[in-house]
Structures are given as structure tokens and as C-alpha cells.
């Protein structure tokens, strides 16, 4: 059964960073885009950035020239190195996945979250 593994989040203060990571386990045939979304309390879980099997990447505005999404393809895992953290980036931060389980069957997988707190 293919699972998502995060780590990474913890309190830091602002203007510090941090680097998220996001694992995949377990078999499947092909990744089609990986990405990070994140969800305050009070709001509705947003994207955040996320990365095609060819390393095209997008971001959200609040995380442009701050964050940067990576993919380890070896490791089958993505990095979001996420720099100049700010009190309004506090939030539960989810890894999604959306890949190939077998060449006909196509998945969307969320991760358990990581909690990321920005704070002095």
C-alpha cells in the first residue's frame, strides 16, 4: 500500500527556516506531480507549491522567492526548503501525491501533516 511519510515541522521564529520532507512507501508505477499544501486554523487548506515528474514547479504567491519545492527521485520524495518564515505561515502543512499505482490506475494520496509554528 503506497503511504506518505512528513516530517520536518516544528516552532521556529520568524524570519527562520525550515525544510519539510514528504516520503513515498510502498510500490507503484509513476509519480505524476508531487506538492505541499498547508491549512491554518479558521481557513481552508491552500496550496502551497507542488512539482511535476519533469521538475516544472509552481508556487502560491505568499510562497514565492521564499519557499522552494525539490524532488529526490531516488528517494521517491519531495523537500519544501521554506526560508524568511513569517507568524502567517503557521499552519498543519499536508504533502500530496498524484501517481500511477499501475499504468491504468491513477491515485491522489495526502499525507498526515506536519505542524509548522512560526513564532517568537
Known amino acids: 500500500q503506497v503511504q506518505l511519510v512528513e516530517s520536518g515541522g516544528e516552532l521556529v521564529q520568524p524570519g527562520g527556516s525550515l525544510r519539510l520532507s514528504c516520503v513515498i512507501s510502498?510500490?507503484?508505477?509513476?509519480?505524476?506531480?508531487m506538492g505541499w499544501y498547508r491549512q491554518a486554523p479558521g481557513k481552508q487548506r491552500e496550496l502551497v507549491a507542488w512539482?511535476?515528474?519533469?521538475?516544472?514547479?509552481t508556487y502560491a504567491d505568499s510562497a514565492k522567492g521564499r519557499f522552494t519545492i525539490s524532488r529526490d527521485i531516488p528517494k521517491n520524495a519531495a523537500d519544501l526548503q521554506m526560508n524568511s518564515l513569517k507568524p502567517e505561515d503557521t499552519a498543519i502543512y499536508y504533502c500530496?501525491?498524484?501517481?500511477?499505482?499501475?499504468?491504468?490506475?491513477?491515485?491522489?494520496?495526502w499525507g498526515q501533516g506536519t505542524q509548522v509554528t512560526v513564532s517568537s
Open positions: 512539482i511535476t515528474g519533469g521538475g516544472s514547479a
Open positions: 500530496n501525491v498524484d501517481l500511477l499505482e499501475t499504468m491504468a490506475s491513477r491515485r491522489e494520496i
Open positions: 510502498g510500490e507503484f508505477y509513476a509519480i505524476n506531480t
